[in-house]
């Protein structure tokens, strides 16, 4: 079973700072992943939908949401199959559920599957 584990959220301050990280691993049937395109985070809020927070190629190409652009940026270890999230000068705005997303491929598969984190609560006082 393929998982991605999320460790760092937590409660901070408003102009803090935070680094999630999210590793990727797992196999299905014996296959293992064989690469994994895009590695992402989203975020949800109460009471709205889940939005695109940053995600990055396994080239290095980043795309960032205007909410978070000069803030947070999403670095990625591709040798560590892992991703993570540093957010800087943090609001209360950007509490919310943060949530990782892969899309990647087993060996032998000829398009991606999309897989998710169970998610990090990142809770930003004011």
């Known amino acids: 079973q393929v998982q991605l584990v999320e460790s760092g959220g937590g409660l901070v301050q408003a102009g803090g700072s935070l680094r999630l990280s999210c590793a990727v691993s797992?196999?299905?049937?014996?296959?293992?992943?064989?690469?994994?395109?895009?590695m992402g985070w989203y975020r949800q809020a109460p009471g709205k939908q889940r939005e695109l927070v940053a995600a990055?190629?396994?080239?290095?190409?980043?795309n960032y949401a205007d909410s978070v652009k000069g803030r947070f940026t999403i670095p990625r270890d591709n040798a560590k199959n892992t991703v993570f999230l540093q957010m800087n000068s943090l609001k209360p705005e950007d509490t919310a559920v943060y949530y990782c997303?892969?899309?990647?491929?087993?060996?032998?598969?000829?398009?991606?599957?999309?897989?998710w984190g169970k998610g990090t609560l990142v809770t930003v006082s004011s």
């Open positions: 797992g196999t299905i049937s014996g296959r293992s992943i064989s690469s994994i395109n895009v």
């Open positions: 990055i190629t396994s080239g290095g190409t980043t």
């Open positions: 997303n892969a899309k990647l491929k087993l060996v032998g598969d000829y398009y991606d599957r999309n897989y």
